[in-house]
């Protein structure tokens, strides 16, 4: 029985080691790194059924819940206030609901000018300080930071606090060192909503703290949710698409020359690179599925960098092809908890990605793809830093 | 082909208004709107597609 999850060796690849997971069976009991056991999912139709169904719960503080997760990450997700995202419906619902309007397909619209002129402003600087640059941190973080950080209304002067502390909670080198991060990011968002700069956290204030339809420390617990999913998750699908991108030349040339299949590039992006590798979920009801019964109770971990690169559901999952339909792929879930800002990653990688490689044209890897320090298994996907030069 | 959208059970992810947008809309709290409950031959693949992809089973397909 293989264990689950391993890490990957090749930043755009799963662990070799999930051979096994590949053979076609679409779900297993595996047993998880921290010793549980729990069924793995790698079938893409099982994943979409099982993160539809309302016997599947994302509660951490069910007993039976796959936590493979770091230490600040757990005692987050399992506070009294905790995000929506860690919540079923209805209270999940009743939140997510006072969330959508801010990431609509037509306020992504609206914001796009914003976007670009950050993304710009971030290429003339990178230009005028270098060749070389650590792309992490002259583009891939700066860009989604400045953005989320203008959308909450949270100052960027503070944006090092902030992403150490969400680098802290994801890869801090202790359990004692991770809980503290998330604690030190609380507090410093519950300051700030006690008095907020215009955005996204005061609006929140206003309307719904006043109104008593939500608390303040509910309101410091989504702030937290946001900031830390706005910009880890982007920044690394940024250094990771620019990896991929030039690691594949005829796929580069093709991107270089075609903006008008970004949006469809973008999406394949998504489906290989998959930089949250597991969801993870508990049933509250038994479930038969593909001839096996998942137990109430049961763990159940979708295997998102499994399911993305499944052969019924992707022609020759392994190959690279910016030419392909691949908006069925699970990199932003499914089911009610499907990524809130999926819209906000899209519009700042359709930006980012075209701009970067129209202005930089010689951009090129300054190390080899095998020296890059990639980032531990259990959180987001990523390198800590890619060396350029152009 | 009748399209609906059922309000009560949109999460408001916004992938119906990306894969058939002369279809679908969100309004200002995000929620889904149909603008063609009728769509012409011609659009019925994309809506199709949409209602693949709605995360949360809103977009209803009535033939």
């Known amino acids: 029985m293989i264990t689950y999850p391993q890490q990957r060796t090749c930043p755009y690849h799963p662990s070799p080691g999930y051979g096994e997971l590949r053979d076609g069976t679409p779900l297993r009991k595996v047993q998880l790194v921290n010793g549980q056991e729990a069924w793995v999912v790698s079938g893409h139709e099982q994943a979409r059924a099982l993160l539809a169904d309302p016997r599947v719960s994302a509660d951490r503080t069910n007993t039976g819940f796959p936590m493979i997760v770091p230490a600040g990450v757990a005692a987050i997700q399992t506070a009294p206030n905790r995000p929506f995202l860690v919540r079923d419906d209805p209270e999940h619902n009743r939140f997510r609901r006072m969330l959508i309007s801010e990431f609509t397909v037509r306020r992504l619209r609206q914001l796009r000018p914003e976007i670009d002129r950050i993304v710009h402003d971030r290429i003339d600087a990178m230009l005028a300080a270098g060749p070389p640059a650590d792309l992490v941190t002259a583009f891939s973080l700066p860009v989604p930071s400045l953005v989320i950080c203008r959308m909450l209304g949270v100052p960027y002067a503070d944006h090092e606090f902030f992403e150490k502390a969400t680098s802290g909670i994801l890869r801090g080198r202790t359990p004692q060192e991770s809980t503290k991060a998330g604690a030190d990011l609380l507090e410093y968002l519950t300051a700030l909503a006690a008095d907020p700069p215009p955005g996204l956290i005061a609006r929140l204030k206003r309307e719904r703290v006043g109104t008593g339809q939500m608390s303040l420390d509910e309101l410091a617990f989504t702030a937290l949710l946001l900031l830390g999913a706005g910009h880890e998750t982007t920044a690394s699908m940024i250094t990771l698409s620019v990896i991929a991108l030039l690691e594949h030349p005829e796929q580069l040339a093709a991107f270089r020359t075609g903006h008008d299949a970004v949006p469809a590039s973008v999406e394949e992006l998504l489906r290989y690179l998959t930089i949250v590798e597991s969801i993870l979920r508990v049933a509250v009801g038994d479930i038969e599925i593909a001839g096996e019964v998942i137990k109430a109770g049961e763990g159940i971990v979708i295997a998102t960098g499994v399911v993305n690169r499944a052969e019924d559901a992707f022609d020759e999952p392994d190959r690279f092809d910016l030419g392909r339909s691949a908006v069925h792929h699970v990199a932003f879930g499914y089911g009610v908890h499907q990524c809130l800002g999926q819209n906000l990653a899209r519009t700042e990688l359709q930006v980012a990605l075209p701009a970067l490689f129209d202005r930089v044209p010689g951009l090129r890897l300054a190390a080899p793809v095998g020296e890059l320090e990639l980032r531990p298994i259990m959180t987001i996907q990523g390198v800590n830093a890619l060396p350029v030069t152009w | ?63």
């Open chain 2, 1 to 63: 082909m009748h399209v609906e959208g059922d309000r009560d059970v949109c999460v408001g992810a916004g992938m119906c208004v990306l894969t058939a947008p002369d279809v679908f809309d969100q309004d200002d709290d995000g929620i889904v709107k149909v603008l063609h409950e009728q769509p012409d031959a011609g659009e019925e693949d994309v809506v199709r597609q949409a209602a693949t992809l709605c995360p949360s089973g809103a977009v209803k397909l009535l033939s």
